[in-house]
């Protein structure tokens, strides 16, 4: 039942409207990628959340938007050795990047459909990230660090509006390494 409602409330969130980034609208991303150019720096992992972000942008035009961009991550290597438990261990990394982002829409001229946003942004921030080495962990000469950063980088991206307020969007760009990551789109502030 619950598949039913969710299936029939999408098919109605795609009837509502088209969508086109307009002057003044404000567009919410809420989703997870692999960071902002700031992998993991575990060497191996075995459990954690993909960095999660959280992005706003306010559109100038049609052309441009200006915005703010938060992310945060999680991973760490857990050993666990059930018969001797003095062994186990869990090294951490972890950290949060923000930032402002400005981007230029470039579908106005290469596409005819509303429904679709293409783009390319800039970013320019700041990252503090961190590596904890538990000092169980056998190699435990170690040397954890913490290291806080300006982070700088361009990506590409698209936006597919399902109505006038909700969309998927997927990025991927470069910083200090590739990342790429996706996740939905809010338009809070549309002008139906």
Known sequence: MSKFCLIASLLLVTLIGQAQTDKNDVIVNLGVSSGYGYPSSLYRANSGIPAINLSGDYSLNRFLSVGLYAAYTYTFYKFQYPSMPETEYKDVWKGWDVGIKSAFHISPFILNNEDWDLYIA?????????????????????????????NAGSMLGFRYYLSRNIGLYAEAGVSRKLFGGGGLSFNINSNN
């Open 122 to 150: 800039a970013f320019f921030g700041y990252a503090n990230h961190s590596l904890v080495f538990d000092r169980k962990h056998p190699g435990s000469d170690h040397i954890s660090y913490h290291v806080g950063e300006i």
